[in-house]
């Protein structure tokens, strides 16, 4: 990686990354997810501890293994991601890059939910979930630096403008994650930073080589703020 052996320029610093989707119960046995794979989020733990900091992963349920360096958190629902974020505050940064769900099941049952000969299927109301990332940037403890994600499907710059000012967030890191694109799942990602200042539109590459970047990026950010 590009910050093997370097200088340590995070040391003292402390960081909390949230990473994966998050699994919404419906009954014990089922529940509502999305694609992502934690890949981007981990990587970014990994980069951001081999600057020096002292990181902690927050984590929805994946398959990946917690990454060298990094004290990990493991959750399932939005609410527990939240409740664990908000327990590490004060922290210097804090970069939201899990795919929360958006919405939960406003009451999940405690048995499973059966099939009764003749009966329509269940109707699930949805209840909206808490956004963390907005939270986090309008919190009286906010980090100096917060950054989010968007994952768009269109009008991505559009998008990722709108959310870096309601999440109240220093930088968005927006990528299309339209199922052609590949990056929901995948290996690589190809992301676009959105500031207050203007944008940068950085080339494809794998996600160990984005998060490197990206913690370089925030790094700089924290210098000159
Ligand atoms: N986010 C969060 N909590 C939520 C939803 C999103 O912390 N309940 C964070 C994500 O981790 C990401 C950013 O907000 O850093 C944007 O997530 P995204 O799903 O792209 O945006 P939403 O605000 O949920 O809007 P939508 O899904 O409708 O585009
Ligand atoms: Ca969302």
Redesign the pocket.
């Known amino acids: 990686s590009l910050l093997d052996g370097g200088a340590k320029p995070l040391k003292g610093r402390s960081a909390i990354v ?1 990473s994966g989707p998050t699994h919404e119960p419906i009954d014990p046995v089922r529940y509502i997810a999305n694609r992502s794979s934690g890949r981007q989020g981990h990587a970014i733990a990994t980069a951001l501890a081999k600057l020096g900091a002292n990181v902690t992963l927050v984590s929805g349920p994946v398959t990946i293994a917690d990454p060298a360096g990094v004290k990990t958190i493991h959750v399932e629902r ?1 609410e527990e991601m ?1 409740d664990a974020v908000l327990g590490l505050l004060p922290a210097d940064i804090a970069v ?7 919405w939960r099941v406003a009451t999940s049952s405690d048995q499973k939910i059966k099939k009764q000969p003749g009966d329509a299927p269940p109707m699930l109301a949805l209840t909206e ?8 940037g309008h919190h009286a403890n906010r980090p100096k630096l917060v ?6 499907t269109q009008n991505v710059e559009d ?1 990722a403008r709108l ?1 870096l000012a ?2 109240g967030a220093d930088l ?1 890191v927006a990528n299309d994650v339209s199922p052609d694109s590949g990056i929901m799942g995948g290996e690589r990602n190809r992301v676009k930073l959105i500031t207050r200042d203007g944008i940068e539109d950085w080339p494809d590459m794998d996600k160990n080589t984005v998060a490197d970047h990206l913690a370089r990026k925030i790094t700089q950010m924290l210098e000159t703020s």
Do not use: S
Not at 96 to 102: E, L, N, Q
Not at 147 to 152: K, L, P, Y
């Open positions: 949230t939005a939240r939201m890059v899990a795919a929360v769900a958006d979930n808490p956004d963390i990332l907005k939270t986090i950054i989010g994600f968007a994952a768009e998008n959310k309601r999440k968005i």
